[in-house]
DNA sequence: TAGAAAACCTAGTGAAATACTAGGGAATGA
DNA sequence: TCATTCCCTAGTATTTCACTAGGTTTTCTA
């Protein structure tokens, strides 16, 4: 049940674009290094984003990367679903043409999983990239009221 | 965000386990072969979960496994930390001792993993292999109701 | 009391996924 | 023109998965 740094990256990488939306194309190279990712391995799963239509990409210099959306159109769900699949415990609950068991019509622990399923995709499809952004906010206002 | 057969054989035979609870002890190989799993494998899941204390054994011709609990008093949170580790998308969110990064006071996404965990955590704790076992009886009065 | 039935144990193994690295080419702004 | 940036394919070490192989030990029963 974990997730692998495909996700983990790619959401970071989605809110670092966030953070900069409306400044024109953030680089690759620049992204990598605020989130302390290998640039190369990065690219790899931006070209997934690009080709999902996530994000659109600027070539040649000066160019870089920007999302395709506004931050309150994407949610953390499209970024996982992109690059880890669709959202799904066991295959045979799967969101998209679930693998079919002999006796899925009773299979009891099938249920369960489709409760995770729907549990985790809840969670994934409620959170934008704009929620984020407010959280971040909320977080340095708090820690500047800290330390006053 | 897959479950390994690890934790999904485990639920079923734990399952299977619960609906011959009461008839004494039931062997591995009456298991593997009801729910379609290799025994020898089985034997090194069903290894783990003994260790962990959710099962007895006991050996010898007519021996075989026991809940070691009522179906009542074991979830299926239960079986999948025994046989999954502890539940977390991610490690930095893991139940027990989980690994801290260097801003985790700031990480956004971090609190996205966590209420991830949440999520599943509560629904696996909410169900027990008793629930399971209304559950499927529930299922084959309907199906009779049906065949009236 | 032999022998079958069962649990118990350690080690090996092929296939797949993970998390990268290597080494280029192609477009574009200054 | 040339530095910057995106784009693409291929390779690779490590780990995990899902088993299989080949035993030993315990205990019931005939």
């Known amino acids: 049940m974990k997730l692998s740094t495909k996700g983990r990256y790619g959401v970071k990488a989605m809110f670092d674009l966030a953070q900069n939306y409306g400044s024109g194309p953030i680089p690759l190279n620049s992204i990598a290094q605020r989130n302390s990712i290998s640039e190369h391995y990065l690219e790899q799963l931006i070209a997934v984003l690009r080709k999902a239509g996530l994000v659109k990409s600027v070539r040649g210099a000066q160019g870089g990367y920007i999302l395709s959306k506004s931050p309150e159109?994407?949610?953390i769900g499209d970024i996982i679903r992109v690059l880890e699949g669709p959202i799904a415990p066991v295959d045979c609950v799967s969101e998209e043409e679930p693998e079919p068991c002999n006796n899925a019509e009773f299979c009891v622990t099938r249920s369960i999983w489709a409760?995770?399923?729907?549990?985790v995709a809840d969670v994934l499809d409620s959170i934008t990239l704009a929620d984020m952004?407010?959280?971040e906010k909320?977080?340095?206002?708090?820690?500047y009221m800290?330390?006053?």
Request: proline share 0%.
């Open 73 to 75: 159109a994407i949610t």
């Open 115 to 119: 409760r995770v399923r729907d549990s």
């Open 133 to 135: 952004l407010e959280e």
């Open 138 to 143: 909320k977080r340095r206002d708090e820690s």
């Open 146 to 148: 800290y330390y006053i």
